[in-house]
C-alpha cells in the first residue's frame, strides 16, 4: 500500500519549535518532490512548502518563509519540516504529500495522489 506517515507534531509554547518528519511506505520517496500542507479547524488546506527531488529546490509560503526550514535526507528517505518561533496561528494539522514529479510547483498548484494521515501541531502559551 502506498502511503505516507507524518510523525513530530505535538503542543509547544508560542517562540518554542517542532520538527515534523513525513517517511514514505510502499513506494520510496527520495525520487519524487515532498510538499506540507497544513489545516486549521474552519479553514482551508494551505501549502506550507515544498522541495524539490534533488533537494535544491525549495518553497516557501509567504507566512512561514523565515522561520520553517524543509528539508529531506535520502539516504533516510525522509523529507523533514524544521519550525522554528511558532505562533497561534501555525496551530493546524500537518499533511505532506507528493504529485511524484521532480520539482514543485508554483503556488502548490499539482494534483497531489499520496497523502499523508497528518499530524497535530499546537501551538499555545
Known sequence: QVQLVESGGGLVQPGGSLRLSCAASGFTLEFHAVSWFRQAPGKER???SCISKSGDSTYYADSVKGRFTISRDNAKDTVYLQMDNLNP????????????????????????????????????S
Do not use: I, M, P
Open 89 to 124: 496561528g501555525d496551530t493546524a494539522v500537518y499533511y505532506c504529500a507528493t504529485d511524484f514529479l521532480d520539482f514543485c510547483e508554483d503556488n502548490f498548484d499539482s494534483k497531489y495522489d499520496v497523502w499523508g494521515q497528518g499530524t497535530q501541531v499546537s501551538v499555545s
Open 46 to 48: 494551505e501549502g506550507v
